[in-house]
T-cell receptor
Framework: QKEVEQNSGPLSVPEGAIASLNCTYS??????FFWYRQYSGKSPELIMSIYSNGDKEDGRFTAQLNKASQYVSLLIRDSQPSDSATYLCAVMASSASKIIFGSGTRLSIRP | DAGITQSPRHKVTETGTPVTLRCHQTENHRYMYWYRQDPGHGLRLIHY???????DKGEVSDGYSVSRSKTEDFLLTLESATSSQTSVYFC????????????FGPGTRLTVL
């Protein structure tokens, strides 16, 4: 079992709709969770971090965390073509020394 | 921009040659990381450092070594490059300002022929 799992996609969403990206993790002791966006040929950039159960909103982005289910999600409201990218879920190991990444979900927003 | 640079940005080399990639940061961060990224595998941790001369292995450390003699520089060495090490290599730092958050350098595209 991979430590951080994501559906590789591609996930195709119409412009203006809500895109929902999901991630599960195996280390129950994990405390810090992140979503990164990566455009083709570029380095990953941080979108959201979340540390407590529940929702955290930042503009059009909402991160959701459920530690009991070991599940993290990212919602993107009013999806724009510029949101087309690969989204990486990342989890800090319970040892707090390293961050483990999922393989990413490719999101495509169609006009 | 977390003040991270990587050099070289692109390199083509031949099998069996040694290669060193450099990561340089300007903001005195304690933690530094080397990842490789390949299609279908996402980002995989090679080695990381938690201080000068303090390093540890990640999940794909075989064939790689690292050194950190100064806070600002973290070097990744392929002692004898193989074609399986063709990849994009990213350096990252962990910021003390934003709890646990990693920021990435621009990446190095390495091709081993």
């Amino acid at each position: 079992q991979k430590e951080v799992e994501q559906n590789s996609g591609p996930l195709s969403v119409p412009e203006g709709a809500i895109a929902s990206l999901n991630c599960t993790y195996s280390d129950r002791g994990s405390q810090s969770f992140f979503w990164y966006r990566q455009y083709s040929g570029k380095s990953p950039e941080l979108i959201m971090s979340i540390y407590s159960n529940g929702d955290k909103e930042d503009g059009r982005f909402t991160a959701q965390l459920n530690k009991a289910s070991q599940y993290v999600s990212l919602l993107i409201r009013d999806s724009q073509p510029s949101d087309s990218a690969t989204y990486l879920c990342a989890v800090m190991a319970s040892s707090a020394s390293k961050i483990i990444f999922g393989s990413g979900t490719r999101l495509s927003i169609r006009p | 921009d977390a003040g991270i640079t990587q050099s070289p940005r692109h390199k083509v080399t031949e099998t069996g040659t040694p290669v060193t990639l450099r990561c340089h940061q300007t903001e005195n961060h304690r933690y530094m990381y080397w990842y490789r990224q390949d299609p279908g595998h996402g980002l995989r941790l090679i080695h990381y450092s938690y201080g000068v001369k303090d390093t540890d292995k990640g999940e794909v450390s075989d064939g790689y070594s690292v050194s950190r003699s100064k806070t600002e520089d973290f070097l990744l060495t392929l002692e004898s490059a193989t074609s399986s090490q063709t990849s994009v290599y990213f350096c990252a730092i962990r910021s003390g300002r934003d709890t646990d958050t990693q920021y990435f350098g621009p990446g190095t595209r390495l091709t081993v022929l």
